[in-house]
């Protein structure tokens, strides 16, 4: 057989593989989902795991204890979030239902009448529409809670399952990665040990720079609010919002606006009725009602700090890509996996570039391989 | 008594091939059984046939080779020039696991062998996980480097002389 047609014939036996794959991807989409996340928390926790076996001398019990420890915290997080925000909108509700609420509505709608021109008067609703649209939506709201618990069925599935893959990969981490390299032939396995290690490399400095933005998105945010409530913003979830927030964070481009909602939320919760926080101006100049612009102005200031500031120290070029390529990378993933696949996108990319990098390494010095 | 309370079943390094190898060669010098045993579980245990190349000229270098069983010739491809045979026990590219120069000389297994490779990724796994083990290894491998230096300086005196 002749070079050009085994050159055919590989590529055909390619595209056959890459044919199959693709069928079958749809099966095997959740336990890849869970063998990525799996592999992501691995990189995560690796260093922690790795630096506790050192101190402790048992790398089984040094799994155990920073994966209790997660669990524990997250679960005290997600149960406190829960108490908290479950008590402010019980607040609400009572608010909503009061008297004196609808009264203080109808006056503060008379009042955005007489201040605004007229074609603007017309977008404004009545009171009474206010305060039904807003039950209405109250309903609607607990309603999607009890259709997002009975969803959590095959989510909290996932996440065991996440879990136990974890666990297995934090604990064998070294002994799985050798008999990796076991499969890669004699004349690859320099090659193959170099692009290992840079995979790992790159994902692991990107995951910890992001965790370590985040958490400081997460900080300043909650110093922002705090000053924000100095001012009298009357904020209350300070803290959870800031988490929040610093978790959106992960999601490049988009997560900043995603972690401005809840302030949002929160602050039209807190200040709906009270007309010191309808006529409040941002820097005593710019209509600020119920301090929205003042949150807003204060996360565009805080993602000012990380991009220019702390992303480029902790994440620095860990990627290197183009911003226009991560702008890319973002909507591909968005549009095949929603919000998971932004997330995914661009450490993916920076995966992907690793390989490309080290392909065309392989081409350019195949002789001496 | 001793049999009872001893872990008899651990494997030390008269046992284990791998462990016997790592065992003699001066980059692995004055550790423990334990730390023996950290080593050996980041090196690769590999099989060449007869001619089969291990690593060749001017390729990037990425670590070092220790000869369980077989033998392995150094040679310069070009010129055809031997530079040295190894054989069990031997080890070699101990030079990449420093930087990532291209090598110098092919090696080539002159009959069936049974090697173990421990790279430089490897190393730098180990000074994360264990710094005080990758220290030891950095030392032992100075002290090696430094014993080549000096031959290399009194074979060149010896032949200018």
Same mark, same amino acid.
């Given at each position: 057989?002749? =070079?050009?047609?085994?050159?055919?014939?590989?590529?055909?036996?390619?595209?056959?593989?890459?044919?199959?794959?693709?069928?079958?991807?749809?099966?095997?989409?959740?336990?890849?989902?869970?063998?990525?996340?799996?592999?992501?928390?691995? #990189?995560? $926790?690796?260093?922690?795991? %790795?630096?506790?076996?050192?101190?402790?001398?048992?790398?089984?019990?040094?799994?155990?204890?920073?994966?209790?420890?997660?669990?524990?915290?997250?679960?005290?997080?997600?149960?406190?979030?829960? #108490?908290?925000?479950?008590?402010?909108?019980?607040?609400?509700? #009572?608010?909503?239902? @009061?008297? =004196?609420?609808? &009264?203080?509505?109808?006056?503060?709608?008379?009042?955005?009448?007489?201040? &605004?021109? =007229?074609?603007?008067?017309?977008?404004?609703?009545?009171?009474?529409?206010?305060?039904?649209?807003?039950?209405?939506?109250?309903?609607?709201?607990?309603?999607?809670?009890?259709?997002?618990?009975?969803? #959590?069925?095959?989510?909290?599935?996932?996440?065991?399952?996440?879990?136990?893959?974890?666990?297995?990969?934090?604990?064998?981490?070294? %002994?799985?990665?050798?008999?990796?390299?076991?499969?890669?032939?004699?004349?690859?396995?320099?090659?193959? &040990?170099?692009?290992?290690?840079?995979?790992?490399?790159?994902? /692991?400095?990107?995951?910890?720079?992001?965790?370590?933005?985040?958490?400081?998105?997460?900080?300043?945010?909650?110093?922002?609010?705090?000053?924000?409530?100095?001012?009298?913003?009357?904020?209350?979830?300070?803290?959870?919002?800031?988490?929040?927030?610093?978790?959106?964070?992960?999601?490049?481009?988009?997560?900043?606006?995603?972690?401005?909602?809840?302030?949002?939320?929160?602050?039209?919760?807190?200040?709906?009725?009270? *007309?010191?926080?309808?006529?409040?101006?941002?820097?005593?100049?710019?209509?600020?009602?119920?301090?929205?612009?003042?949150?807003?102005?204060?996360?565009?200031?805080?993602?000012?700090? *990380?991009?220019?500031?702390?992303?480029?120290?902790?994440?620095?070029?860990?990627?290197?890509?183009?911003?226009?390529?991560?702008?890319?990378?973002?909507?591909?993933?968005?549009?095949?996996?929603?919000?998971?696949?932004?997330?995914?996108?661009?450490?993916?990319?920076? !995966?992907?570039? !690793?390989?490309?990098?080290?392909? @065309?390494?392989? /081409?350019?010095?195949?002789?001496?391989? | 008594?001793?049999?009872?309370?001893?872990?008899?079943?651990?494997?030390?390094?008269?046992? *284990?091939?791998?462990?016997?190898?790592?065992?003699? !060669?001066?980059?692995?010098?004055?550790?423990?059984?334990?730390?023996?045993?950290?080593?050996?579980?980041?090196?690769?245990?590999?099989?060449?046939?007869?001619?089969?190349?291990?690593?060749?000229?001017?390729?990037?270098?990425?670590?070092?080779?220790?000869?369980?069983?077989?033998?392995?010739?150094?040679?310069?491809?070009?010129? %055809?020039?031997?530079?040295?045979?190894?054989?069990?026990? =031997?080890?070699?590219?101990?030079?990449?696991?420093?930087?990532?120069?291209?090598?110098?000389?092919?090696?080539?297994?002159?009959?069936?062998?049974?090697?173990?490779?421990? $790279?430089?990724? *490897?190393?730098?796994?180990?000074?994360?996980?264990?710094?005080? &083990?990758?220290?030891?290894?950095?030392?032992?491998?100075?002290?090696?480097?430094?014993?080549?230096?000096?031959?290399?300086?009194?074979?060149?005196?010896?032949?200018? /002389?």
């Amino acid at each position: 057989m002749n =070079d050009s047609s085994l050159k055919i014939y590989r590529l055909l036996l390619l595209v056959l593989i890459g044919g199959i794959a693709w069928t079958v991807l749809p099966f095997f989409a959740s336990v890849l989902v869970m063998l990525i996340f799996s592999f992501l928390f691995t #990189t995560i $926790f690796l260093p922690s795991v %790795d630096s506790l076996e050192r101190k402790i001398h048992s790398r089984s019990f040094s799994v155990i204890v920073i994966i209790g420890g997660t669990i524990v915290g997250f679960i005290w997080f997600l149960g406190s979030f829960a #108490t908290n925000i479950g008590a402010q909108i019980k607040q609400f509700s #009572t608010k909503i239902q @009061q008297d =004196d609420f609808a &009264l203080s509505l109808e006056g503060l709608s008379n009042k955005a009448q007489t201040i &605004l021109p =007229d074609f603007l008067t017309n977008l404004i609703p009545e009171s009474d529409e206010i305060i039904e649209k807003s039950q209405e939506s109250l309903s609607g709201l607990f309603q999607n809670m009890l259709s997002f618990l009975s969803a #959590t069925g095959s989510l909290v599935f996932i996440a065991v399952m996440t879990l136990i893959f974890t666990i297995i990969l934090l604990v064998e981490y070294y %002994d799985f990665k050798r008999t990796l390299v076991c499969f890669i032939p004699n004349k690859y396995l320099e090659v193959g &040990l170099r692009l290992i290690y840079n995979i790992e490399q790159q994902i /692991s400095k990107y995951l910890r720079g992001q965790i370590m933005a985040a958490g400081s998105v997460a900080l300043l945010s909650i110093i922002g609010l705090f000053i924000l409530n100095q001012f009298g913003a009357n904020m209350t979830l300070i803290v959870f919002i800031g988490i929040i927030a610093g978790f959106a964070n992960l999601i490049p481009m988009v997560g900043p606006f995603v972690g401005m909602v809840p302030a949002i939320l929160v602050a039209l919760m807190n200040n709906l009725g009270s *007309d010191i926080a309808l006529a409040h101006q941002l820097f005593g100049v710019i209509p600020s009602p119920f301090y929205i612009l003042d949150i807003i102005f204060m996360f565009i200031v805080v993602q000012q700090i *990380d991009n220019n500031l702390i992303t480029p120290i902790l994440v620095g070029e860990s990627v290197g890509l183009h911003p226009m390529i991560v702008m890319i990378v973002l909507l591909i993933g968005g549009t095949l996996m929603g919000p998971l696949g932004m997330l995914f996108a661009v450490p993916a990319a920076g !995966v992907i570039k !690793v390989i490309l990098h080290e392909i @065309q390494f392989i /081409s350019k010095n195949s002789h001496l391989l | 008594m001793k049999a009872i309370w001893e872990n008899i079943f651990r494997k030390g390094p008269a046992d *284990d091939p791998i462990l016997h190898a790592i065992h003699q !060669v001066p980059i692995f010098e004055h550790l423990n059984g334990k730390e023996l045993n950290e080593i050996a579980r980041l090196t690769h245990e590999r099989n060449y046939k007869l001619g089969e190349p291990i690593f060749k000229k001017m390729a990037p270098g990425e670590g070092m080779y220790v000869i369980i069983q077989g033998s392995v010739t150094i040679k310069d491809p070009e010129t %055809d020039m031997v530079f040295a045979q190894l054989s069990s026990g =031997d080890f070699f590219g101990e030079l990449a696991l420093l930087d990532e120069e291209p090598r110098s000389a092919s090696a080539e297994a002159l009959e069936p062998s049974k090697l173990i490779g421990f $790279f430089r990724t *490897d190393l730098l796994t180990l000074m994360h996980r264990s710094p005080e &083990l990758g220290n030891k290894i950095l030392i032992n491998l100075s002290r090696v480097l430094g014993e080549r230096l000096r031959q290399t300086n009194k074979a060149l005196a010896e032949q200018s /002389s």
